[in-house]
């Protein structure tokens, strides 16, 4: 895989959501990328059973379809550990400690486009039934530094939307790391966590 | 659109001609066999004779002569007017391949223009004498060969370079710091071939190991790698050439971080339609361009 980065893509007034995806879509194909496949990201919150006093502990079960065999278990700390999927069988198991929070499940779900060495996705997040908000995803496959096509991943990102954009901050602090899947996953948590919180207030 | 309906008076002409063909043998065939005193066939076929060969006489008059441009082929031009529908389409084949024989002769002439500016080619030269020793370069002894890299290994320590043998053929895999992989495919000390990879695409089996990239950006790199090998070996000096090309690739340190010179962008959609970054390092300059914004 190469460098990803999530940007949440503002929602313009008058329209819905169903609307600007058609719009950044329509974009996308204009500028010469084909559709793959369809594509979706799911986040579901447990929390530790609490003892007295102290906070309870949570937990975010996450599956990206660009990983189908794998199930990324983020804590809020910003650890993650990348198990398969069996591990979804392991929380049912340990119900007793960690308990799913209820309405907690975060969507995110659209259409997957390639365009040469650019893979872009572009879908709508969802809690249940009600929308929340619009994800665009930009991945370029050459590159494994985050921090070396982090402005041109920018630059690509306000080409084919033909609007200036402000990218999120670099998800590794490491200057010359190599990007991981966790990263991208770690990138949706943090979108995800802010519809939560705008919802709760 | 003009020449389309030329080509269609000239099909009608000919039909015409071969229907007034068929007519005359059977006004000969009724002569013979009609034995009625009235001759009504061959009455009704005279008739429809004259009939056709005024058809034929008016269609004639109308056409022009055949345009230069549409008879390029000499007289293989004339195929599109067999009315034997097979052999029609021929033609148009045969005008693509005489065009494109065309284009690529003159875009021959302009490369070897520009090689005659850039470099003096051996054809042009006074003194025949002076030629590279290639023969020397082709047959080095591995020890040369290991000292070759240990100094390159000092000369560039911004680069890994390891020397591998796959299939009996050298290899120098030269990676760029967390940017590309470059296989220079040697024989002796001179430089056969360059393939540039992701850092993520080394692999130790050799099929895959001769293997272009998956990646439009690096497809294209390799083809510049090469024209940057044979540039640097113009002088004539393998060692100096492998100095110079491994020099080149360090400035693909910057490829993905770093804009274009010329128009202070990281990407450009390139002849192919491919979104691409800055590929192109200058061989004098060793600045970052986009291939379409490379100087002249």
Not at chain 2, 30 to 46: G, H, R
Request: charged fraction near 25%.
């Amino acid at each position: 895989m190469g460098v990803t980065c999530v940007y949440p893509w503002p929602l313009a007034s008058g329209k819905n959501g169903q609307q600007v995806v058609d719009i950044l879509q329509k974009n996308v194909e204009l500028a010469g990328a084909h559709w793959s496949n369809g594509w979706c990201v799911d986040c579901e919150t447990y929390q530790s059973v609490t003892s007295l006093g102290s906070p309870p502990k949570i937990l975010h079960i996450v599956h990206n379809t660009e990983f189908p065999l794998s199930t990324f278990a983020c804590l809020e700390n910003g650890s993650c550990l990348i198990a398969d999927r069996g591990f979804d069988s392991v929380m049912s198991k340990i119900k007793g400690c960690y308990e799913p929070r209820k309405g907690a499940k975060i969507e995110a779900k659209g259409q997957r486009y390639e365009l040469g060495d650019f893979v872009i996705k572009i879908g709508q997040v969802t809690v249940g039934v009600s929308f929340k908000g619009i994800l665009i995803e930009v991945e370029y496959l050459p590159c494994l530094v985050a921090s070396q096509c982090w402005s041109l991943l920018q630059e690509f990102l306000e080409g084919i939307t033909g609007i200036a954009v402000t990218v999120p901050s670099l998800p590794s602090k490491k200057s010359d790391s190599k990007f991981k899947p966790s990263d991208t996953i770690m990138q949706y948590l943090e979108q995800f966590n802010k519809w939560k919180k705008a919802s709760t207030t | 659109m003009a020449f389309e309906a030329e080509k269609e008076k000239y099909k009608i002409a000919l039909s015409t001609t071969r229907d007034v063909r068929n007519l005359v043998d059977s006004a000969f065939e009724n002569a013979i066999k009609d034995f009625s005193t009235e001759k009504t066939k061959l009455k009704d076929t005279l008739v429809k004779l004259e009939k056709k060969l005024s058809d034929l006489e008016k269609t004639g008059n109308s056409l022009t002569k055949l345009d230069n441009q549409h008879t390029l082929l000499g007289k293989s031009g004339l195929l599109w007017s067999d009315p034997i529908q097979d052999k029609t389409p021929l033609h148009d084949q045969l005008m693509q391949t005489y065009s494109w024989t065309q284009k690529l002769n003159a875009q021959a002439k302009i490369a070897t223009e520009s090689l005659k500016r850039h470099h003096v080619l051996d054809s042009d030269n006074v003194e025949p004498a002076v030629k590279r020793p290639l023969k020397e370069n082709l047959f080095v002894p591995q020890s040369t060969l290991k000292q070759i890299v240990e100094q390159l290994k000092k000369t560039f320590p911004k680069l890994t370079i390891r020397w591998n043998k796959i299939a009996g053929v050298s290899l120098l895999e030269v990676s760029v710091k967390l940017t590309l992989n470059a296989i220079i495919i040697l024989r002796g000390c001179t430089i056969d071939r360059v393939m540039i990879k992701a850092i993520h695409e080394t692999s130790e089996d050799k099929d895959e190991f001769m293997q272009c990239s998956k990646y439009k950006t690096f497809n294209k790199m390799t083809d510049i790698a090469n024209a940057a090998a044979f540039h640097y070996s113009q002088c004539g000096d393998s060692k100096k050439s492998l100095n110079n090309l491994l020099n080149w690739l360090t400035y693909y340190e910057k490829l993905f971080s770093e804009k274009c010179i010329k128009c202070k962008k990281h990407l450009q959609k390139d002849a192919d339609g491919n979104v691409l970054p800055p590929c192109w390092i200058d061989f004098e300059t060793l600045r970052l361009y986009h291939l379409q914004c490379r100087p002249s």
